[in-house]
């Protein structure tokens, strides 16, 4: 799912970024200014006033702070009242994603329409190809009868014209598990019981009704309110995500007040060490196949959805658990910060004792912002760990597979197969893998297609992404072979 620049995903940087401008500012005491500064009366509003994009900027800005609009129980609450309770929060609030009632635009229901491309061709391939005759001709154009009709698609794939399109619920059609649905009144709702935290609904949302609880004042505050050491552990994707060298990100990071930056690439290693070691016990053991296991909302689905395909996925834990399991070792003591591409990585940190709080590239870059931190003017530092080529490769697709197949050469037969990126298709195609079987012996799953890269934390376009970090890994700075 290609998400391309726009003004929700703009808007959601902005917010952030004025979040840390108003900590630093006077930890929130004027944030109730900002609403009013961002859609001022003479603006021209986005929806029906600037009084209801002003409402909906306080909630936003209320998911940044670390709440959700389900949180608000008084309407007369303030932004820095909000601010106030975040500073004082001893422990972040649970991992969630959620719904602005009042932004959602309540969409049609998805369906298929003709439109005046139709021409009342002859052929009539639309009305031959319909497994529930619901086309007929009316007045010379094809007519879809909605009460008949099962949104199978059959139509629109016939028509000579491409006459008949799908008008889909971006939230609903993004979402692989169904986890999004309409209320009563026709306002999308998420189901924190099957939800995977993947992000592709907010990607998805054109109206940017979808927001989720941000850490980031919780680290903010940390950083400059606590005695402990406070560590980020940077993810691999971050190459890329920012137009300077890696190494005066990680200047920046700590100009920003990070005590030390760790490379997460160093716990992709042990797990490409121990899911190979256990991919060659499950073949040895007559195995059909066996799933990668580092991506959590891909984790998730397997274990809500597809339980069917427990016995296949692989045991093994995911970079961030290695990463942070030896950061507790040399460091008892400190906070750990997880820095990546990825939002249910923050449901994963829930169940992992040794990560602390999770925050995204898109956070740690309104972090630089908001605190006139200038990436290039920063000195560049190196990781104090060596990591591999294979490591450093984790990120995009195909790179988890590589990197266990780099060190099952020659032990065992080695078929891999990448799933790259969830959707309903492919989660019928895992369950079919389960029940049925799969020619291919080892399965990478990666929820975001083309891999971490293109993650809903991210930044960066992925594709560009992608190849910076291809050029990275070739460079071969400070890397290990992980032969």
Do not use: W
């Amino acid at each position: 799912m290609l998400i391309p620049k726009n003004y929700a995903n703009q808007m959601r940087s902005r917010i952030l970024v004025k979040v840390v401008e108003s900590f630093y500012k006077d930890r929130f005491e004027t944030a109730d200014e900002i609403p009013i500064e961002m859609r001022p009366k003479d603006y021209d509003s986005s929806r029906c006033c600037i009084y209801k994009d002003r409402a909906i900027l306080k909630y936003r800005m209320m998911a940044a702070m670390g709440f959700t609009p389900q949180d608000e129980t008084n309407e007369a609450k303030q932004l820095k009242d909000y601010g106030k309770e975040a500073l004082k929060r001893q422990n972040h609030a649970k991992s969630c994603l959620a719904v602005i009632d009042i932004a959602c635009s309540a969409c049609v229901k998805s369906q298929y329409m003709v439109t005046d491309a139709c021409r009342g061709c002859f052929a009539r391939p639309c009305v031959m190809n319909c497994p529930k005759q619901a086309i007929s001709i009316v007045h010379g154009r094809s007519h879809i009868d909605p009460s008949l009709c099962v949104s199978c698609g059959k139509c629109m794939e016939v028509c000579p014209y491409h006459a008949i399109v799908k008008l889909p619920v971006p939230c609903e059609e993004a979402c692989p598990v169904g986890a999004i649905r309409k209320d009563e009144f026709g306002v999308e709702h998420i189901n924190e019981d099957t939800c995977i935290s993947c992000g592709k609904c907010l990607q998805s949302c054109p109206f940017g009704a979808i927001v989720e609880r941000s850490q980031l004042v919780d680290v903010l505050n940390l950083i400059h309110n606590s005695d402990k050491k406070v560590v980020a552990m940077l993810a691999p994707a971050i190459v890329g995500q920012f137009p300077f060298e890696i190494g005066q990100v990680v200047g920046a990071l700590k100009k920003a007040g990070f005590d030390d930056v760790v490379e997460v690439a160093a716990g992709a290693d042990v797990t490409s060490k121990n899911e190979a070691a256990e991919f060659i016990e499950r073949m040895n053991e007559g195995k059909n196949f066996m799933t990668t296991s580092c991506c959590p909302a891909y984790y998730r689905a397997a274990k809500v959805h597809i339980p069917e395909l427990a016995p296949f996925v692989s045991n093994t834990k995911t970079p961030m658990y290695y990463a942070a399991e030896m950061l507790k070792k040399e460091q008892p003591d400190c906070v750990s910060v997880f820095v990546g591409p990825c939002l249910a990585k923050r449901t994963e940190a829930e169940y992992d004792p040794n990560v602390d709080y999770v925050l995204t590239f898109e956070e740690i870059g309104a972090m630089f912002v908001g605190a006139g931190i200038e990436i290039g003017d920063c000195e560049a530092q190196e990781f104090a760990k060596v990591s591999s080529a294979q490591g450093r490769n984790y990120p995009l697709s195909g790179g988890v597979a590589g990197a266990v197949g780099n060190l099952v050469d020659g032990k065992v037969d080695f078929r891999p197969e990448r799933i790259d990126g969830l959707s309903k298709e492919n989660i019928k195609l895992l369950k079919k893998y389960a029940t049925k079987g799969s020619e291919n012996n080892m399965i990478e799953v990666m929820c975001c297609e083309g891999g971490c890269v293109a993650g809903p934390g991210c930044i960066a376009l992925a594709k560009k992404a992608a190849r910076q970090i291809e050029t990275y890994v070739a460079q071969g700075t400070n890397q290990k072979d992980m032969k």
